[in-house]
């Protein structure tokens, strides 16, 4: 069994998706202009972004469309699920607010995350199943806080409901922003006015601590915002802003500090130790959602992380799918700065809080790696079976752990 540091060189340097077709249109445009042309840059965001094209691509759409009105399961299961939600319903009342309080005095951010799971869940339930009272109150949801929201506020904290939440609210929106009585200008507007600079400050100040301090949910939560905005406003700068924070960030969110640690050949399967992986398993799930959800939108915007650096991020899903099917996995210990001094503090073994807690996280995974690749995912592939048909918001408790991902990637990702 191998170790390698965070330091390692990508396995076999593995070219984007986009890469091989800029590759492509580039040596073409090369012949056709003369030798003095210059080739399009493989990790460039998209001259012009897919829409829809976050987390669910029109193919997505009509394949969920199709299975659940010819009766199919697994799709048939996760449609029930969602029309049986309460916060599916068409008639969910927006509770907007001009400000978002996460963290300390006056907390209020519930609001927010039950009203992004009803606008989230009602878009669904157009997209799929066809039917306009659904489209209207997603966006009579979505516009009331487009045109409220002016600020998200409190201790620290306030930066994790910028990253969950932003990213969030501009997948309602994407899935939205071809329903006329959607304002999508006044989405966008709100999104880079109060999301995305608090995205940035956390991305490149890290609240004024130690870079290590947070953990690796901080930022691939503010990453996945940052790259959704982008795409929401066709804004190349900001995805690039995040594409290369995944690939090289300082912060534990870049993918060699949120993997650390891999080891090979382990009963046959390689796996990748998670920066989280020593303090609890409902943190180190979350982070199997919002990496995955960052790797889903860049997908489908051509862009593949999710086998980015010899699939790390693979390797580290079914390390964290076998721990929380309750078997051992190797632990290296992992040490890391605190504070604003970077204080060590270290952990020695898999941190055994919350292990094998269900959230919607599997789906986009497995039917990534087992099916869309074809590859031999056993743990991850275990893990999402044991958890479908995944729900949504509402469904995993009412706290904001049960918030932390969309959900219902039975339905819309089962191939």
């Known amino acids: 069994m191998s170790r390698t540091s965070p330091h390692t060189h990508p396995e076999g340097g593995q ?4 890469g091989l077709l800029k590759a492509a249109g580039g040596l073409t445009a090369a012949l056709a202009l003369g030798a003095g042309a210059t080739a ?24 969920a469309k199709v299975r659940v009105a010819a009766g199919d399961d697994p799709w048939l299961s996760g449609w029930n699920g969602l ?3 309460s916060r599916s319903q068409s008639t969910w009342a927006p509770r907007a607010t001009a400000t978002v309080i996460r963290g300390g005095t006056g907390e209020n951010y519930s609001l927010l995350y039950n009203d992004i799971a009803a606008a989230y869940q009602n878009a669904l339930r157009w997209k799929v199943g066809g039917t306009e009272a659904n489209a209207k109150c997603a966006a009579n949801i979505l516009n009331a806080w487009s045109r409220t929201l002016t600020t998200v506020t409190g201790n620290a904290d306030r930066f994790l409901a910028a990253g969950i939440y932003g990213w969030q609210f501009a997948n309602a929106c994407e899935l939205m922003r071809d329903y006329p009585a959607f304002d999508l200008a006044a989405a966008q507007d709100m999104m880079v ?38 795409i929401l406003t066709d804004n190349a700068a900001k995805y690039d802003q995040a594409v290369t924070y995944f690939k090289s960030g300082a912060g534990n969110g870049s993918i060699q500090h949120a993997v650390p640690f891999l080891y090979s050949n382990v ?3 390689d796996l990748g130790q998670w920066q989280e992986s020593g303090r609890d398993q409902g943190h180190t799930v979350m982070g199997m959602g ?4 960052l790797c889903e939108m860049a997908w489908n915007q051509g862009d593949d992380l999710y086998s980015y650096d010899g699939r790390r991020f693979m390797k580290a899903a079914q390390y964290v799918a076998k721990y929380n099917l309750n078997m051992n996995v190797p632990f290296t210990t992992y040490t890391w700065g605190t504070g ?25 995974l497995h039917y990534h790696y087992g099916r869309r690749l074809l590859l031999d995912d056993k743990y991850i592939s275990q893990m999402c079976m044991s958890v479908a048909p995944e729900g949504g918001g509402g469904d995993y408790g009412t706290t904001s752990g049960g918030f932390d991902q969309l959900g219902f990637g039975t339905l819309m990702y089962a191939k």
């Not at 956390?202 to 691939?220: E, Q």
């Not at 204080?343 to 599997?362: F, H, L, N, Y």
């Open 83 to 85: 029309t049986a939600n």
């Open 267 to 269: 009963e046959g399967y």
């Open 290 to 293: 919002q990496m995955g959800a």
């Open 15 to 18: 070219v984007s998706r986009r």
């Open 340 to 364: 604003q001094n970077c204080a060590q503090q270290s952990q020695t073994v898999p941190g055994a809080a919350s292990r094998g807690q269900a959230r919607p996280v599997w789906a986009m």
């Open 40 to 63: 399009a840059t493989a990790d460039a965001a998209p001259a012009a972004f897919t829409h829809p094209g976050m987390l669910h691509n029109a193919g997505d759409i009509n394949r």
């Open 193 to 230: 006015r109060v999301f995305y600079p608090l995205n940035n400050q956390f991305l490149t100040g890290h609240n004024d601590a130690c870079v290590t301090n947070y953990w690796a949910n901080w930022d691939l939560c503010n990453m996945a915002s940052v790259l959704a905005i982008g």
